[in-house]
């Protein structure tokens, strides 16, 4: 069975600094994806990057960028030029391609405080 | 587009009685799936469900809940006789095709059961 570990419950960071989300995982598939999602108070689930498993080129969206290590099985994520906005729980997601039905495997989150 | 509606969006139910959560995925979206949200947990998957069909109810408990979309009106999660266990934060997410571009979640129902 897949497992997503995130080893960090709580972490802050100074508005405009940078700071990464760890997130490992565990399979035994080659064909998956992998997500963060932000949670804000509102508690509306938000996804912020995605990632192919298969594709090597680490994705990235405006201040948000990940290091994808396929062989180490970790996915962390990088916020850049951090904003109080940022201030949210973050999970990170394992979805298998082979299982047909697509669903989500969360991690337990880490909850990040942007401070002014 | 109105995005993923749940309601409501709290829920108080003394034990025993039974609870029924709400979800109308975005337009033309006929994948629903429903996660549970324990406190200071992430999101464990219950079920997904096409229109008319429960296509993976692994994650669902075995009495008590169960889980419909018809093919008019919203998606539907009932909890029977609820016990304090079930408290939780119920969320939805729907999307037209599955996979890697994710899903659109709604804002959640919280039960809360007394």
């Known amino acids: 069975a897949q497992t997503v570990t995130q080893s960090q419950p709580e972490m802050s960071v100074q508005e405009a600094e940078t700071v990464t989300l760890s997130c490992t995982y565990d399979?035994?598939?080659?064909?998956?994806?992998l997500f963060w999602y932000k949670q804000p108070p509102s508690r509306q689930m938000i996804l912020v990057i995605r990632?192919?498993?298969?594709?090597?080129q680490n994705a990235t969206e405006n201040r948000f960028s990940v290091n994808f290590q396929k062989a180490a099985k970790s996915f962390s994520l990088k916020i850049s030029d951090s904003q109080l906005g940022d201030t949210a729980m973050y999970f990170c997601?394992?979805?298998?391609?082979?299982?047909?039905?697509?669903?989500?495997?969360f991690g337990t989150g880490t909850r990040l405080k942007v401070l002014a | 587009n109105a995005g993923v509606m749940q309601n409501p969006r709290h829920l108080v139910r003394r034990r025993g009685q039974e609870a029924r959560l709400r979800c109308s995925p975005m337009?033309?979206?006929?994948?629903v799936y429903w996660y549970r949200q324990l406190p200071e947990e992430g999101l464990k998957f219950m079920v997904y469900?096409?229109?008319?069909?429960?296509?993976?109810e692994s994650g669902m408990p075995k009495e008590r809940f169960s889980a419909e979309f018809p093919k008019e009106g919203p998606s539907i999660l009932r909890i029977q006789q609820v016990v304090r266990g079930d408290s939780a934060a119920y969320f939805c997410?729907?999307?037209?095709?599955?996979?890697?571009?994710?899903?659109?979640f709604g804002s959640g129902t919280r039960l809360t059961v007394v």
């Open positions: 997410a729907s999307s037209p095709t599955p996979g890697f571009y994710g899903y659109t």
């Open positions: 399979t035994s598939e080659n064909n998956y994806y």
């Open positions: 990632q192919e498993a298969y594709k090597q």
């Open positions: 997601a394992f979805m298998s391609q082979d299982s047909g039905t697509y669903k989500y495997i």
């Open positions: 337009k033309g979206h006929s994948h």
């Open positions: 469900l096409q229109k008319e069909n429960i296509i993976d």
